[in-house]
């Protein structure tokens, strides 16, 4: 039988390199194949060659899309009626979409007041059952785990495997794309589920010879909401980028043995430097993320500028030189998810009367 013309997404793009068989509905949105972006300006300002995975380009607006293919078509193949997961946001949102199309009732658990607000419409525009908890990220997904006991609820968090099968098909795109591995490779880490998820695809593209090398992963955290960077979890996490704003990462180990296999290491952004970073991304090369998909650009000014001059971690990417190596960012969701925290950039705008002059003048009053 012939494909339908829209038969893509990344279960039908990398369908031998994950678990499925011909028993799994295929529920898609045509996710992934996302581009990679060349940035001539950071590659000018680091002397690499670097380039941004824009993950804001998924149907939902973010990387979750890659996981939540997966972890829907598993439910649905597994009969479930419906899917719950706590979140920061996007994965709620992932959730809240993909269950719509498989036609099951999804419920997300969501930190009270913490959402940002795009996506918080999306959650309930998708359908989703909506409960903010009184408590963080990490005690909505304490809950998950305790109210997944019983069966009642296809769990889609992370710590579904089927997520993380998904959302390594990334680093099999930037493969193909680079014809390669990168040298080095930079997203932001929350719950840690994409870090391990990328690690394990660049893994099996290497095993498979499909590249030649594995890149240095470096993980990103918010100075406010990092635990893996100081090696402990934290109790009150807090940061202007919500949807890393955890403090207990479900897949700890697998980010601290992504982190270190790869001889990469964790850094930490300031609030103000992913603020910063969010707005010389828009203003420079076109690319609006979101605070959180922001953090990996802050990390590289922050970590070119102390190449050479620190010896506070010896594993650090950049402990030589950037100059010629190839570094990928995940920019991993889009910028219109949080519109509020972006008002940073917004100005009162200049309003004139409706004629040609009086624009002239405000333009030229705003570029004195
Ligand atoms: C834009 O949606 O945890 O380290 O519940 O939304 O795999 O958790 C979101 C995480 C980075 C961190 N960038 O990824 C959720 C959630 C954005 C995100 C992360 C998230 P993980």
Redesign the pocket.
């Known amino acids: 039988m012939n494909k339908p013309f829209n038969d893509c997404g990344v279960i039908s793009r990398y369908r031998e390199f994950l678990p499925v068989s011909d028993a799994t509905p295929v529920i898609s949105l045509s996710e992934g194949s996302t581009p990679l972006i060349h940035s001539p300006k950071l590659s000018a300002i680091t002397g690499g060659e670097v380039y941004l995975k824009y993950e804001g380009l998924n149907p939902t607006g973010?990387?979750?899309d890659r996981g939540m293919t997966m972890a829907i078509s598993k439910a649905a193949e597994e009969g479930a009626h419906t899917v719950l997961?706590?979140?920061?946001?996007?994965?709620?949102?992932?959730a809240a979409a993909y269950a719509a199309r498989a036609g099951m009732k999804c419920a997300v658990l969501l930190p009270a007041g913490r959402i940002a607000g795009g996506?918080m419409v999306q959650a309930y525009i998708y359908g989703a059952s909506v409960i903010a908890i009184r408590g963080n990220?990490d005690d909505a997904l304490r809950l998950v785990r305790e109210l997944g006991e019983t069966g009642e609820y296809a769990i889609v968090?992370?710590i579904n495997p089927y997520r993380i099968e998904g959302?390594k098909t990334a680093a099999f795109e930037i493969i193909e794309e680079l014809g390669d591995a990168p040298d080095i490779h930079i997203?932001?880490?929350?719950?840690?589920?994409?870090?391990?998820?990328y690690w394990k695809g660049y893994k099996e593209f290497k095993n498979l010879g499909r590249s030649s090398k594995l890149p240095k992963m470096l993980g990103v955290q918010a100075a406010g909401s990092a635990p893996l960077y100081h090696g402990a979890p934290m109790e009150n996490p807090e940061t202007v980028?919500t949807?890393?704003r955890?403090g207990r990462?479900a897949?700890w180990d697998g980010?601290i043995n992504a982190i270190s296999e790869s001889g990469g290491c964790f850094e930490i952004v300031e609030d103000s430097e992913i603020l910063a970073a969010q707005k010389w991304l828009a203003s420079h090369e076109g690319i609006f993320a979101?605070p959180?998909?922001a953090a990996p650009v802050a990390a590289l000014f922050k970590c070119h500028n102390q190449a050479g001059k620190t010896t506070r971690c010896t594993t650090c990417p950049f402990g030589q030189t950037t100059q010629g190596a190839k570094v990928v960012l995940t920019v991993?969701?889009h910028g219109l998810?949080d519109p509020d925290t972006a008002k940073h950039a917004v100005t009162e705008p200049i309003e004139t009367d409706a004629t040609a002059e009086a624009v002239r003048n405000a333009l030229s009053r705003l570029n004195s």
């Open positions: 973010s990387f979750k997961c706590a979140s920061t946001g996007n994965t709620s949102a992932a996506k990220f968090n992370s959302q997203l932001p880490v929350g719950n840690a589920g994409n870090v391990t998820a980028a949807a890393i955890i990462p897949s980010a979101e959180a998909s991993t969701g998810k």
